[in-house]
């Protein structure tokens, strides 16, 4: 697995399947306590994980409480403050199905870590219309904020090392399996467990 | 991917480059919607605007594409400029470069101007239309459209109908279309299509209902009235009489037959205004979707030339 410089292998298994979606339940379960009108709701997941993340959490919330909250998809290449250094040229869908005006707006995203995203994030969802409120869920939170910004619902906190640690959050819809994956950077290459 | 550091035509750009400009050009599309019709992208990019050729619809809609991403925009209008004073193509693309420019926007009534001008400084140039040869973004908007309205280009028959011999957006939407897969009829007075143009690979017709025949697709250019003293029609009257697109003559092509004419419009000469208000004319749609267009090719210009 190649991400962005350098290789990484898997030093550790942090979540597995039944933890991780224990975990999704779990977040589903505070969105609905800490908001008591959850109809004026709207869940925002980010491109690409994010987005199964919010569907997974509307999904739980419709089956407890029986209300579908909305689900809007946030590309943020747009708004990213590294322009000059990303060269990524796909554009991913944005899309809300709702108005955000005066909405209470909750960004997922699978892993918080510089808290960049978010910014920009949050950037485009003003772009939109004014919500009433923007909280933030997360299901990892590693550590290492260079904003400050802070997650309002967290799955789990796990401090890496950083530019040397990386999370790979995995999920069914597009990984085949869930699971969270540790990484360490290599630069040795030697172990068969390099992918 | 795309890898060139200047948008000169589509002759050269590939299938996969091209669906990659209209794939990102939906995503612009969906800005217009927001309450901020804006995207920061491009903060702090300068996109120049060098006409020497009357445009409206063009250099606006480049201004409007440039301000959706945030860039900055300068209007340099040619009969207004140092141009006149006799300043060179070259040492206007240097003044530019002195300030800073990431992006120009070039018209010019020679075709290869843009292409010189490329070759000679290192902001990234975009083809406005050249002459009689290349209006590239004009083409990809045409096909955008196509592609929005009918899905699958491949297979759908194509007639185009005027002034083929002075058209850079008929050699543009060939090119485009021709990579698609769709099939391109031409049709208009002998002397507005030149014999070459067979070698593009199209199909020739002079009789407007045989040309509408089973056609899916129906783009009417404008007549140019303005190389109307070269004689090449006997006269406008004749013109009108013979290729002008009426509901009726309508009927010869597909009942949905998707209706488009690149602007600026001589209703009543190319296009009669019954037919400018059918619903299956996108005449307006194109206008929106060339903003849409432009955005995505200053956008991955932006990401290629880092």
């Keep these: 697995m190649i991400l962005g410089m350098g290789k990484y292998k898997i030093k550790k298994i942090i979540l597995d399947s039944a933890k991780l979606n224990k975990i999704i339940e779990r977040m589903a379960g505070e969105i609905i306590e800490r908001n008591e009108d959850i109809e004026n709701i709207a869940l925002v997941g980010l491109q690409t994980r994010g987005v199964f993340l919010a569907k997974r959490i509307s999904h739980i919330i419709n089956k ?42 909750i960004i997922i995203d699978d892993v918080l870590y510089t808290g960049r995203s978010v910014r920009a994030a949050i950037e485009c969802i003003m772009d939109f219309g004014r919500p009433k409120l923007i909280r933030l869920a997360v299901l990892i939170d590693r550590g290492h904020r260079e904003l400050p910004i802070r997650a309002d619902f967290v799955g789990r906190k796990f401090v ?36 | 991917m795309l890898k060139t550091k200047d948008l000169l035509g589509l002759e050269n750009l590939t299938k996969k480059e091209i669906e990659l400009i209209l794939d990102t050009a939906i995503n612009f599309k969906g800005v217009f919607t927001r ?81 010189i001008l490329a070759e000679n400084i290192s902001a990234a140039v975009i083809n406005a239309g050249d002459g009689f040869h290349e209006h590239p973004t004009q083409g990809l908007l045409d096909l955008y459209t196509i592609r929005e309205n009918l899905d699958e280009i491949k297979g759908l028959k194509v007639v185009i109908v005027g002034d083929i011999g002075h058209s850079r957006v008929a050699k543009s939407n060939i090119l ?37 025949e089973n056609a899916d697709v129906v783009n009417i250019l404008r007549i140019q009235l303005e190389r109307q003293n070269k004689n090449l029609f006997p006269s406008l009257r004749e013109y009108t009489a013979l ?47 060339g903003i849409a267009i432009r955005m995505a090719i200053l956008y991955l210009l932006a990401k290629a030339n880092k």
């Design chain 1, 64 to 105: 407890i409480e029986n209300i579908q909250v909305p689900v809007g998809i946030l590309d943020i290449s747009l708004y990213r403050d590294d322009f000059a250094t990303n060269t990524e040229m796909l554009l991913k869908q944005t899309d809300f199905p709702f108005s955000v005006d005066d909405k209470k707006i």
């Design chain 1, 160 to 195: 890496t090392i950083p530019d040397k640690e990386r999370i790979s959050v995995k999920l069914a819809e597009v990984d085949e399996l869930d699971q969270v994956l540790l990484l360490d950077k290599e630069i040795n290459c030697s172990s068969n467990l390099v992918f």
């Design chain 2, 35 to 115: 309450s901020v019709k804006k995207v920061p992208a491009l903060r702090g990019k300068t996109v120049v605007n060098l006409f020497y050729e009357p445009s409206t619809r063009t250099s606006k809609s480049f201004e409007v594409a440039a301000q959706r991403l945030s860039a900055d925009v300068i209007d340099i209008t040619t009969s207004m400029s140092s141009v006149v004073k006799g300043e060179s193509l070259i040492d206007i693309g240097k003044t530019l470069e002195a300030m800073k420019a990431d992006f120009v926007v070039i018209r010019h009534a020679m075709a290869g101007t843009p292409k």
């Design chain 2, 176 to 212: 485009a279309l021709n990579k698609f897969g769709a099939k391109v009829t031409v049709v208009g007075p002998p002397t507005l299509i030149p014999d070459s143009i067979k070698e593009m690979g199209v199909d020739i017709e002079y009789n407007l209902k045989k040309a509408l």
């Design chain 2, 243 to 289: 290729y002008k697109v009426t509901p009726e003559i309508l009927k010869y092509a597909k009942k949905s037959v998707l209706i488009m004419h690149p602007g600026p419009m001589n209703r009543g000469i190319e296009i009669s205004s019954e037919v400018v208000n059918l619903k299956n004319a996108v005449i307006n749609e194109q206008v929106t979707n």
